[in-house]
């Protein structure tokens, strides 16, 4: 089925397009911010062959609390999470995982 979700594209922005990422213990930066662009994250897929914490983040500012998780999948088309200008989305976890970020930066 086709995204309805409304996005503005703008001058500098990105369309939205998966973006891979390798968690090790600690903070992962999954997308790169952009000085005066903000990262949208629409869906967040990983998997751990252990089990992991992880936490996800607006740069140093929590969007979740600690999240157990083996396997994690969100789809928030709807409601994106929303980084601040500037802001990379960083992955804390407390544990190896794998996986990709569906995202835009605009």
Not at 36 to 50: D, E, I, N, P, R
């Amino acid at each position: 089925m086709a995204n309805t979700s409304p996005r503005q594209q703008y001058c500098g922005s990105t369309e939205a397009c998966w973006h891979p990422v390798t968690l090790v213990a600690g903070s992962n930066v999954a997308v790169k911010g952009v000085a005066g662009y903000q990262v949208k994250v629409y869906s967040v897929f990983l998997g751990s062959a252990a089990s992991a914490n992880i936490t996800l983040q607006d740069g140093g500012t929590p969007f979740t609390g600690a999240m157990p998780m083996t396997g994690l999948c969100f789809d928030t088309q709807d409601k994106p999470f929303i980084c601040s200008a500037g802001n990379d989305f960083v992955i804390t976890s407390t544990g190896n995982a794998a996986g990709c970020v569906f995202a835009s930066i605009n």
